[in-house]
């Protein structure tokens, strides 16, 4: 039988799970942190800043454990927190850990022949290669919890005009997270997806600032080939912000990928999620097709 929120809570005092959470400052992350361990999950917390580890020390949640630092940009880090993690599990008495939740990154609207390469990489550290060693790290340790790893990505699957930086990772996840699934089969770990549409944080706001910032510092004479369809997917995407829907959902998906005793491959959540992963059954040629048409020219 599926563990449910109310068998879950009626379950006897010595039961508990340890779950970590990247991004855990903020948004996504924070959000799910949080909720998981006001579910009676031991949380992990994982942030890069100081400032941050007090944040959530300050919510007084007994089963929430700021873990810091850990910047995926950074590889040395990811062995003193395993160091940090395996240590507290023995205390904790907890045999193992249940389950990686990856949900750290950013991303801008930026045109590729603009993308700051730097930040770029940054980004494909942050989203794809660091969490992979997070699950190189920690994986002898969700064998020993029979655990699962999750993996937050938007539905990359389709080209998304100015916003490569995001997808172009996500779609990395993607096949990751796919084919993690079949190499752990033997072990009956499952790699689960959770396929986020519009989600409501502060990250639409940051993108925002961050794009008028990089407007001043591109090649003018660049920049203007662009600026009229910046102007018109700017404008459309805060028309798409209006309708994100609450992180409080995602966080409940989480937890029923995390209590479900089989778990879905993936899940979805969010504002427009269900349209992707409709209109990604299309074969690429249609779906490459009606993006162009709708493209300004």
């Not at 799910?32 to 949640?61: C, G, M, P, Q, W």
């Not at 102007?231 to 409080?248: A, M, N, S």
């Amino acid at each position: 039988m599926p563990l449910t929120e109310k068998n879950l809570e009626n379950t006897n005092e010595n039961f508990q799970k340890a779950v970590l959470v990247t991004g855990s400052s903020s948004g996504i992350g924070y959000t799910i942190a949080t909720y998981l361990a006001k579910k009676e999950f031991k949380v992990f917390a994982t942030v890069r800043k100081k400032k941050d580890v007090d944040k959530l020390s300050n919510l007084h949640l007994p089963n929430l454990i700021p873990t810091y630092p850990l910047d995926l940009t950074n590889l040395n880090h990811i062995k003193g927190i395993h160091e940090f993690v395996d240590k507290k599990l023995v205390e904790l008495k907890i045999n193992g850990l249940f389950a990686i939740i990856n949900s750290a990154g950013g991303g801008s609207i930026t045109p590729i022949e603009l993308l700051d390469l730097q930040k770029f990489h940054i980004e494909l550290q942050t989203r794809v290669l660091g969490p992979v060693a997070l699950v190189q790290s920690f994986l002898p340790l969700i064998r020993k919890a029979k655990g699962r790893i999750l993996w937050i990505a938007t539905p990359a699957l389709l080209p998304s005009p100015y916003l490569t930086d995001i997808h172009a990772c996500d779609f990395a996840v993607n096949f990751i997270s796919r084919t993690l699934r079949i190499e752990l089969m033997p072990w009956n770990i499952p790699s689960i997806l959770i396929r986020c549409g519009g989600i409501k944080t502060t990250s639409p706001q940051k993108t925002y600032h961050i794009l008028e910032e990089n407007i001043k510092n591109w090649p003018k004479n660049i920049y203007e080939l662009y600026a009229d369809s910046l102007t018109k997917v700017r404008r459309e995407l805060e028309e798409f912000d209006k309708k994100r829907t609450p992180p409080e959902k995602v966080a409940k998906v989480i937890y029923e990928a995390l209590t479900s005793k089989k778990p879905k491959r993936r899940y979805r959540v969010g504002y427009m999620s269900g349209f992707a992963a409709f209109f990604e059954l299309f074969p690429q040629t249609i779906v490459d097709y009606v993006l162009e048409k709708k493209w300004p020219k």
